[in-house]
């Protein structure tokens, strides 16, 4: 297992695949690695269920970190292509974080909700010792729908195309330009531009329209180990190999500079908001189509082969070994305090 982030498939089959409690036939589709939400039958309608962590960010101001903590929570379910209808929340707040910034934390996911049309149905919350930001608790989100609609993560097959919204690091530059802005050096246009992109993590919406738009076969986001882990984890779950063409990948303003600047593989890093998705070759345009008219960077960057792994720019590669941000943003940590304590 991994020091930090997601496990990895070899610890996944190894200590939980074959310890999932209870066998239910209403269960249509259970835990495996590299797929964003399990299936429970509930009659004539399916309920995709996925939990995540909550991830609170003070620095991106209370109201504005809800909204961002929960995009993550619901866009696990989103690729479903159903749209998220019901929340369970829970929070283990830290003691330092009085009734004020928790009422704005509260705020922003309110406010997602009620624009997303979802509904929060239970929760828990309640201050603990030792809590401590950014991880603050977990949220459980739900969608109620037609089975016959739900997009799998493992559902790509040999001959679809491969499309990529919005391209690598999206997230990672957002944030660690917003958290470390001194820290960083670029000049402050560029900054400013790099910081931009923490408003481009939401991929819920994104989701939801593709899928609307026909023949999506397969959706997943990328988020820790970034668009290559996205790529190798619906390759490995789907069965089969996926060719990319990098210079097809979209690149938002600032990703590059960022990267550099950190010497950060953008590749690596988790880059929340992007989606990559498995499209059969005669709807590519329909989908282009629909997410361009949300105004969402968009591209064909390759197709899907029989085989296995992922092959890109005609090299094979390998699953990342964690997520290339989670270094980058622990020597920023570690850089800040040092000049805390010289002060």
């Not at 929070?91 to 009422?103: C, H, R, V, Y």
């Not at 481009?200 to 290559?228: F, I, K, P, Q, Y």
């Not at 190999?241 to 990948?249: C, P, Q, T, W």
């Not at 590669?317 to 920023?332: C, K, Q």
Request: include cysteine.
């Amino acid at each position: 297992m991994p020091d930090t982030g997601k496990i990895d498939r070899p610890f996944f089959e190894e200590y939980l695949a074959t310890r999932l409690g209870a066998t239910r036939e209403d269960v249509r589709k259970g835990p495996k690695h590299g797929v964003d939400f399990g299936v429970v039958e509930v009659g004539e309608h399916a309920l995709v269920v996925a939990t995540d962590p909550i991830s609170i960010l003070p620095e991106l101001g209370y109201e504005r970190a809800g909204r961002f903590a929960l995009q993550f929570v619901l866009a696990d379910v989103a690729v479903s292509g159903l749209v998220p209808t019901h929340l369970a929340v829970s929070f283990d707040l830290p003691p330092e974080m009085d009734d004020d910034e928790f009422a704005a934390v509260w705020r922003g996911i309110d406010g997602e909700c009620r624009d997303l049309g979802v509904s929060v149905v239970t929760g828990h919350t309640a201050r603990y010792e030792d809590c401590s930001f950014p991880w603050i608790g977990h949220g459980t989100a739900f969608a109620v729908g037609n089975p016959d609609d739900i997009v799998y993560p493992d559902g790509a097959r040999p001959g679809d195309a491969l499309l990529v919204t919005k391209g690598p690091a999206v997230e990672a530059t957002g944030l660690l330009a917003t958290l470390f802005p001194d820290q960083i050096s670029l000049s402050e246009e560029l900054r400013s531009t790099a910081q931009e992109r923490v408003d481009e993590t939401d991929s819920v919406r994104d989701a939801t329209t593709a899928a609307a738009a026909g023949g999506v076969r397969a959706m997943h986001d990328a988020t820790e180990g970034g668009l290559l882990g996205a790529l190798h984890e619906m390759a490995a779950s789907a069965g089969v190999k996926l060719v990319v063409d990098s210079a097809e990948v979209p690149v938002r303003p600032g990703v590059r500079e960022t990267c550099d600047a950190l010497e950060m593989d953008p590749w690596r890093a988790t880059t929340g908001g992007t989606l990559v998705i498995a499209v059969d070759p005669d709807c590519i345009d329909g989908v282009v189509d629909a997410l361009e008219a949300r105004e969402t960077p968009v591209a064909v960057v390759g197709h899907v082969e029989e085989g296995g792994g992922v092959i890109l720019d005609e090299k094979r590669t390998e699953p990342p070994a964690g997520d290339a941000s989670w270094p980058v943003y622990e020597r920023l940590l570690a850089e800040r305090s040092d000049e805390t304590k010289t002060e």
